[in-house]
């Protein structure tokens, strides 16, 4: 099992990021896949979740703003972000729930 987080960067408040997650491995059409984040001294958080039949959940601060999405063809998991925030700062990680696999993760800092 393998994940890959790519897209993260440095983007002004208001701006937007395009996180992309490759997964191989696995049968990724067949899992959930999660987005979370981790800030500084804070603990990991889920912020989106997209399952298999394609339904989606986010955590009411993202809402909104934040876009899941996934390509089973391509194996690609998303997350569209928009109106960023300082406050949305951290490493994103994706994550095929149900496997024990973590990727490098991607740094977002949102900040002028």
């Known amino acids: 099992v393998q994940l890959v987080e790519s897209g993260g960067g440095l983007v002004q408040p208001g701006g937007s990021l395009r996180l992309s997650c490759a997964a191989s491995?696995?049968?990724?059409?067949?899992?959930?896949m999660n987005w979370y984040r981790q800030a500084p001294g804070k603990e990991r958080e889920l912020v989106a979740r997209?399952?298999?039949?394609?339904?989606?959940w986010y955590i009411d601060s993202v809402k909104g703003r934040f876009t899941i999405s996934r390509d089973n063809a391509k194996n690609m998991v998303y997350l569209q972000m928009n109106k960023l925030k300082p406050e949305d700062t951290a490493v994103y990680y994706c994550?095929?729930?149900?496997?024990?696999?973590w990727g490098q993760g991607t740094q977002v800092t949102v900040s002028s």
């Open positions: 994550f095929a729930v149900g496997l024990p696999t």
């Open positions: 491995g696995f049968t990724f059409s067949r899992y959930s």
């Open positions: 997209i399952n298999s039949g394609g339904g989606t």
